[in-house]
């Protein structure tokens, strides 16, 4: 009987923000190794002491960058759970029936630069597992994009950071606490 309490009372909380911590940090590892990649060669010898090798540093990009894809899986399942399930509890238009609340903009947002990010990232992975060898070397177009990915990832996480501070998103769906709009 205890058990099945506590199982409901899990069930009852949102999920989406337990779940999306290791795609975040993987995701970003990549994307800063993808970038260390080609400037390995212009830095000290003091500092290149303490960093791996340029082959090594393309492989660990490559497996976090599979990893944070993998880990983001159950992210967004959640996350369309979540936002469904806020929008079933307090709508998405204001009072008119048709403006979108600001709440329910922010969501949109969150996730479509997420969504975007993620798939832009599985573009990247397909690419470099289709290399004929298996360093994993970023070329130069993939750097430039992990630039971008990572300052994407940081916006698309500080939407929903907004979301859980601002709107209570994550912490009381439905239950009328934080900002309605």
Same mark, same amino acid.
């Given at each position: 009987?205890?058990?099945?309490?506590?199982?409901?009372?899990?069930?009852?909380?949102?999920?989406?923000p337990a779940?999306?911590?290791?795609?975040?940090?993987?995701?970003?590892?990549?994307?800063?190794?993808?970038?260390?990649?080609?400037?390995?060669?212009?830095?000290?010898?003091?500092?290149?002491?303490?960093?791996?090798?340029?082959?090594e540093v393309?492989?660990?990009?490559?497996?976090?960058?599979?990893?944070? *894809?993998? &880990?983001? !899986?159950?992210?967004?399942?959640?996350?369309? @759970? =979540?936002?469904?399930? /806020?929008?079933?509890?307090?709508?998405?238009?204001?009072?008119?029936?048709?403006?979108?609340?600001?709440?329910?903009?922010?969501?949109?947002?969150?996730?479509?630069?997420?969504?975007?990010?993620?798939?832009?990232?599985?573009?990247?992975?397909?690419?470099?597992?289709?290399?004929?060898?298996?360093?994993?070397?970023?070329?130069?177009?993939?750097?430039? *994009?992990? &630039?971008? !990915?990572g300052v994407?990832?940081?916006?698309? @996480? =500080?939407?929903?950071? /907004?979301?859980?501070?601002?709107?209570?998103?994550?912490?009381?769906?439905?239950?009328?606490?934080?900002?309605?709009?």
């Amino acid at each position: 009987m205890k058990a099945m309490k506590a199982a409901d009372n899990l069930s009852s909380h949102p999920s989406h923000p337990a779940t999306v911590h290791w795609p975040l940090a993987l995701l970003t590892t990549a994307y800063g190794l993808d970038v260390l990649y080609p400037i390995l060669p212009i830095l000290p010898t003091t500092l290149l002491s303490y960093l791996p090798a340029g082959p090594e540093v393309a492989r660990c990009s490559y497996y976090a960058l599979s990893a944070g *894809l993998l &880990a983001s !899986l159950p992210a967004v399942v959640t996350g369309i @759970a =979540n936002a469904a399930q /806020s929008f079933k509890a307090q709508g998405m238009y204001e009072a008119d029936g048709k403006t979108l609340k600001k709440k329910t903009k922010v969501i949109i947002a969150h996730a479509v630069s997420n969504d975007l990010v993620i798939a832009v990232s599985a573009y990247i992975w397909w690419s470099k597992r289709q290399a004929t060898t298996l360093t994993y070397a970023p070329e130069t177009w993939m750097v430039l *994009l992990s &630039a971008l !990915l990572g300052v994407g990832i940081l916006f698309a @996480a =500080n939407l929903g950071g /907004s979301l859980i501070y601002n709107y209570g998103m994550g912490v009381s769906i439905g239950k009328g606490k934080g900002k309605s709009s």
